[in-house]
């Protein structure tokens, strides 16, 4: 298909004609995993859209949750970017991350759709799982987490340094 003709179609097209129906089981697991750390960060700390800080955070997540216990492969967290499913790119130049190849990254509205439509189906097991791994992994960093987004709600130059010392302290990384 060319480039163009790709670029017509909507994210969900895009993903079932990118990832082969065989493959998509770790694709759908890492973008359930981006949906719970949204909804479950989002309410514990009342911020809408939270960024996760890195791709090695969704990987921690995974490992956490032991539903993936290799490391994750980016080109996964590429290929949802690609069909939009997910945001992923170089931290804002505001935050001041001292690795500048580091991406942000969060669920997005077409993802979140995707997700919800198969999750209920496909993936109630791992869903329990991952909601139940990410609530305790929240509730015991809490207090990090509200630090965090307090300190997010004011970005200057003084807490950009507050946020990368406080997110050295976390597996899950949060960014805005």
């Known amino acids: 298909m060319l480039t163009s003709e790709f670029d017509f179609l909507d994210p969900i097209e895009k993903y ?6 065989h493959q998509r089981r770790l694709h759908d697991i890492t973008l359930l995993t981006l949906w719970v750390i949204d909804t479950r960060i989002s309410a ?10 890195g791709d090695n955070s969704v990987n921690s997540a995974l490992q ?9 492969d980016c ?7 690609l069909c939009q499913l997910i945001y992923r790119f170089t931290c804002a130049k505001k935050f001041k991350i001292s690795t500048t190849s580091t991406k942000q990254l969060r669920i997005n509205s077409w993802g979140k759709a995707y ?3 198969v999750a209920s189906t496909k993936y109630q097991s791992e869903l329990a799982i991952l909601k139940k791994t990410i609530d305790e992994y929240i509730l015991r960093n809490l207090d990090v987490y509200k630090n965090i987004s307090d300190q997010l709600s004011n970005v200057h130059s003084l807490s950009t ?16």
Do not use: F, W
């Not at 514990?44 to 800080?53: G, S």
């Not at 050295?168 to 960014?175: A, E, F, G």
């Open 16 to 21: 079932n004609l990118r990832v082969p129906e």
């Open 161 to 176: 340094c507050g946020i990368e010392n406080l997110n050295n302290h976390l597996d899950i990384k949060l960014l805005s």
């Open 115 to 117: 997700i919800s439509s």
């Open 44 to 53: 514990r700390i009342e911020r809408d859209q939270t960024y996760v800080l």
């Open 75 to 81: 080109n996964i967290l590429i290929d949802l970017m």
């Open 64 to 72: 956490m949750s032991a539903l993936y216990t290799e490391a994750l």
